[in-house]
């Protein structure tokens, strides 16, 4: 299989399809509509030589999985930036790598803008993040829900 990371694309029919698997995994019981999810998308996806970028995965030019660049996370808990958010794999791509690849890929992209250090939040996948060289910086509870609140030294 071989997996090519690359800017989402406004206007594209992946555009679509990961706005549908952002909002389904992570927005949806957040309370957000799909509509205001994919015009966030849209701008991400027309300024993909800016600071902040949507990187997709194509598994032998399938779309499998999404990841993004962001200078914002939803209602963050911590005042820092930027942040790793939505990496999403579709589950028929999963456990081959691609989670991995798009993650590497944000790290490279945020490198070459001189960015430091790297956030993100996780409910369940912390041993992922782990495994990808991050560090876990504090667990909580937050809407009576555990997180993780990771970082990566770049
Ligand atoms: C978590 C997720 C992104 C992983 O994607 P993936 O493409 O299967 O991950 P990879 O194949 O790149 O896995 C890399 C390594 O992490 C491990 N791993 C993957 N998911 C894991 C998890 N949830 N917990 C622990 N380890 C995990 C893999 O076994 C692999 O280990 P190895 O290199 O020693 O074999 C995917 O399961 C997903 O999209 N889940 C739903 C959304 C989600 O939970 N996103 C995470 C943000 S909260």
């Not at 966030?40 to 030019?61: C, R, W």
């Not at 250090?117 to 555990?146: I, M, N």
Request: net charge negative; aromatic share 10%; hydrophobic share 45%.
């Amino acid at each position: 299989m071989t997996i090519e990371i690359t800017p989402l694309k406004p206007d594209s029919p992946e555009l679509e399809i990961c706005a549908a698997w952002r909002y389904e995994a992570f927005l949806k019981s957040c309370g957000y509509s799909l509509d205001e999810n994919g015009a966030q998308l849209a701008k991400l996806a027309t300024q993909p030589d800016e600071y902040e970028t949507a990187l997709i995965a194509l598994a032998d030019g399938h779309l499998a999985g999404i990841c993004l660049l962001v200078l914002r996370e939803f209602e963050p808990l911590h005042d820092v930036s930027p942040w790793l958010a939505s990496l999403y794999v579709a589950p028929e791509f999963r456990k081959r790598g691609v989670a991995r690849m798009l993650v590497a890929a944000i790290e490279e992209q945020a490198r070459g803008h001189g960015v430091a250090r790297l956030h993100f939040y996780t409910g369940d996948a912390e041993k992922f993040y782990l495994k990808c060289g991050w560090s876990l910086a504090e667990q909580g509870v937050a809407d009576g829900e555990p997180y993780a609140f990771m970082i990566r030294d770049l």
